[in-house]
């Protein structure tokens, strides 16, 4: 384990349980703390972006979009396949300026939206794939997320969700209240989706997920 790793794991678990703490994993907003979150997430995601970007079977004409990038892990995966631009959604300013340090490929758009509200930019039935990693806990009212998903997504469209419900079980209620994947599964079939779930486990703690597919019928 390197030394930034140690350093950002003791801030974190000095602060973990706390709303400033949650809140910055959900969208970091100070350099520092934004450099701990980043940390974490660079250590913790890397293998299960790959193997969710692979679960989607994404073909070279998919128009895709991915909620909350990060550290950009899987939208640099996915931006080798596809053939179209691909667009990410991250509210935070700080991993956008990070994003952008990074020099990522040219099919890659990233938007500041909120993505509740995604109407300015991405028209009715457009999206072929919708990828969220470690970021449907903080979406609050979810229904209202649920509903713009099913907006912008064609028929027959697919999302997928990547959550790490043991890893957020501790996380302050208030700013990640969507922790319980039988109540986002009701939700996102409360909308219409087609739901199916299946917990994967890659051998270790940090690449133990649960995979959620949701498609448009
Ligand atoms: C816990 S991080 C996960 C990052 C990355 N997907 C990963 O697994 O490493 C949550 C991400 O979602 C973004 N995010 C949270 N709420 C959002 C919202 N309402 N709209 C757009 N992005 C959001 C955050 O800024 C952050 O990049």
Not at 1 to 14: C, S, V
Not at 98 to 121: H, W
Not at 177 to 188: C, F, G, H, K, W
Request: glycine letters at 6%.
């Amino acid at each position: 384990m390197n030394f930034k790793l140690i350093i950002a794991r003791q801030i974190h678990k000095f602060l973990q349980h706390t709303e400033l703490m949650t809140e910055n994993m959900r969208s970091p907003r100070t350099i520092g703390l934004a450099w701990v979150a980043r940390t974490l997430m660079n250590y913790s995601n890397a293998q299960v972006s790959i193997d969710i970007v692979n679960r989607m079977k994404l073909k070279k004409t998919d128009h895709v979009l991915e909620l909350g990038v990060g550290n950009g892990l899987a939208i640099k995966e996915i931006a080798k396949i596809s053939g179209n631009n691909v667009i990410g959604i991250e509210i935070s300013a700080e991993f956008r300026r990070n994003l952008l340090r990074m020099k990522l490929p040219k099919n890659i758009v990233i938007l500041e939206n909120d993505a509740r509200d995604l109407s300015n930019e991405i028209p009715d039935g457009s999206i072929d794939k919708i990828l969220a990693i470690n970021v449907i806990y903080f979406l609050k009212p979810i229904r209202e997320y649920i509903v713009e998903f099913k907006r912008i997504l064609k028929k027959g469209g697919i999302g997928y969700l990547g959550c790490k419900f043991e890893s957020i079980k501790n996380f302050d209620i208030e700013v990640a209240p969507n922790r319980d994947e039988r109540a986002i599964i009701s939700q996102l079939s409360g909308v219409g989706f087609s739901v199916s779930s299946e917990f994967v486990d890659l051998g270790e703690d940090r690449s133990r997920y649960t995979f959620i597919r949701f498609e448009k019928k």
